[in-house]
């Protein structure tokens, strides 16, 4: 008993120590978003001035317009393509699948810097000068290995029957796709498209290369960088980004207690 106390000790304090090294730095940036001061290490009293200047200003607003676009565009893209290249996957033999898996980790394991690179020379190429095009099909590229690899396991746990029967009852594969398949594997697609969305707002190197002259909020935070950065903006783009991976990981755990009840009720039966 002892012994277990003291390694949930230790546990929970490593678990605190780390977390606390990780976001206190962000924590304290959040705190000085309120401070009246223009010095973020001397607090002088609560306001919200640096929100309201945030607000009035141009350049951040097409910032802001740009990067959650750019966001919203390429995360339905890169669902609906991850998605039907998941079912795709899934359907396929093994050494095919084995293949085509390892390839589609490719953007993942690159380092984002070649990827960036990669993306600049092709679309100079191409002879593609539309900064906002160019952002949106970057952001599609980068985005669509995290919604293949959200979507697969689902389609692991689901049952093959279910779209065999489905065809057996009537359904075009289309039909079966749409009312069996699709519903079936709904958390995995919404988890993709969450990270997707997350993995937009927050990206800069490939966006600095792809970008052209249209700025999202990294890049303008990076360019500011010098004379100065809104505390209030970096509370701006770190509260939405932790809202949703918060929202993915409660839908993961109350996913993963719904199975075990499940298969509790199977194995009293």
Not at 41 to 62: H, Q
Not at 138 to 152: D, K
Not at 240 to 258: G, Q
């Amino acid at each position: 008993m002892v012994n277990k106390k003291a390694r949930g000790f230790f546990r929970g304090t490593y678990l605190g120590l780390m977390l606390l090294f990780l976001y206190a730095p962000i924590l304290i940036l959040i705190v000085f978003s309120f401070n009246e001061s223009k010095t973020l290490g001397n607090w002088t009293g609560f306001t919200f001035d640096w929100y309201a200047k945030l607000f009035r200003s141009s350049e951040i607003m097409d910032a802001l317009g740009v990067t959650i676009s750019v966001a919203l565009i390429s995360s339905v893209v890169s669902t609906a393509l991850g998605t039907l290249a998941a079912i795709g996957l899934h359907s396929m033999g093994r050494r095919r699948r084995a293949v085509i898996e390892n390839i589609s980790q490719l953007p993942m394991v690159n380092p984002d810097l070649v990827t960036g690179i990669s993306l600049m020379l092709l679309f100079l190429f191409l002879g593609l000068r539309d900064g906002y095009t160019r952002l949106i099909i970057a952001h599609i590229t980068f985005n669509l290995p995290y919604v293949i690899f959200s979507v697969l396991p689902k389609l692991r746990q689901s049952s093959n029957m279910l779209y065999e029967a489905a065809l057996d009852l009537g359904c075009t594969p289309a039909m079966a796709l749409w009312k069996v398949i699709i519903p079936d594997i709904l958390p995995g697609i919404v988890s993709g498209f969450i990270l997707a969305f997350t993995l937009s707002i927050d990206d800069f190197v490939v966006s600095f290369f792809a970008g052209n002259g249209v700025d999202n909020l990294s890049m303008y935070i990076y360019a500011s960088a010098r004379r100065g950065v809104n505390p209030a903006l970096s509370t701006l783009i770190f509260v939405p980004v932790v809202t949703l991976l918060l929202i993915v990981n409660i839908r993961s755990i109350r996913e993963e207690r719904r199975r075990e009840i499940q298969s509790r009720k199977v194995d009293m039966k």
